[in-house]
């Protein structure tokens, strides 16, 4: 039994209306020369319709010549970047030295990419600003409809959100939260709560980041093998019929081929990878020293 594979060409309505692909390019990671220029150049060339990058990556410029060598009219193109943490006091400004790199007048999805507002002279908190406050200008920014076209989070959990949502003068609902999901991480809590504030799940590392143990898990490669496909693309296929977007990374051409290639997954299988987490326990790779993901 093998089901047929295809490129995804899927897209998402998100709350404000606008289109995401479902499939996107991660370049995390890809900050080595010419990697994420490379990588985005294969994914545009290949039926790539969406590319994801922050300025913490250290890659917009090389996403954005790759982007204008691509020959692919940038309004068929959906580029998320990010704001990084000392910088949430000044976003219009981090915002438009990320355009002045990627080369482009405008994003799609800018997000603040995470919720922790840090002094650039001292890396510690504020006390008097926190992520909140960001977002009033941020949504400031959206409004005037010129540099943005949506605005959205990123690694904010439950607490956080309600938080926000609740906040004097936040007005705008995030389209996105983008956050670490796979079947060995499906934050099912988190999961129903932003579908229940028409928040779409943007899930990076999708396939488990460093040591891709869920790449090789007993489960996902034998429904792989059934279906005559690669471990990453039962992960990626998986993401999209639970109706979130997929930014899977990679800066190998032939990987960047294959993660744009899904397949719908019977029941059976699907609920099998549903289930992983609860059988195996969660896993979060990407855990770093400076955030606790549960405060």
């Known amino acids: 039994m093998s089901s047929q594979l295809s490129i995804n060409t899927k897209t998402y309505t998100l709350n404000n209306g606008l289109k995401i692909p479902a499939i996107g390019l991660g370049t995390w990671l890809a900050d080595e020369e010419d990697a994420a220029y490379k990588a985005t150049l294969t994914a545009l060339k290949n039926g790539y319709k969406h590319i994801d990058t922050a300025a913490a990556y250290g890659n917009e410029d090389q996403v954005g010549r790759a982007i204008a060598d691509s020959g692919v009219s940038r309004d068929e193109i959906f580029v998320t970047t ?58 400031k920014i959206y409004k005037e409809g010129k540099k943005v076209k949506a605005i959205g989070v990123s690694n904010f959990n439950k607490k956080k959100l309600d938080k926000l949502l609740n906040s004097e003068g936040v007005n705008v609902v995030p389209v996105i939260n983008q956050i670490e999901a796979h079947p060995l991480l499906t934050q099912p809590d988190l999961f129903d709560y932003l579908k229940s504030k028409d928040i779409y799940i943007t899930a990076y590392s999708p396939l488990g980041h460093a040591d891709a143990s869920t790449l090789k898990n007993k489960v996902v490669t034998d429904i792989a093998k059934k279906h005559n496909a690669n471990a990453g693309q039962v992960l990626i296929s998986w993401g999209v019929q639970r109706g979130t977007i997929v930014i899977p990374k990679s800066t190998t051409d032939e990987r960047i081929i294959d993660n744009i290639k899904t397949f719908t997954l019977s029941q059976e299988d699907f609920d099998a990878l549903n289930n992983l987490e609860k059988e195996e326990g969660e896993k979060r790779t990407n855990d770093p020293d400076f955030f606790d993901f549960n405060a």
């Open 82 to 139: 990010k704001l990084w943490n000392d910088q949430h006091k000044d976003p219009e400004g981090a915002l438009d030295e990320s355009l002045k790199k990627l080369g482009l007048e405008y994003v799609d999805l800018y997000l603040i990419h995470w919720p922790l507002s840090v002094d650039p002279k001292t890396e510690k908190p504020y006390d008097d600003y926190d992520f909140v406050d960001t977002w009033r200008n941020l949504q």
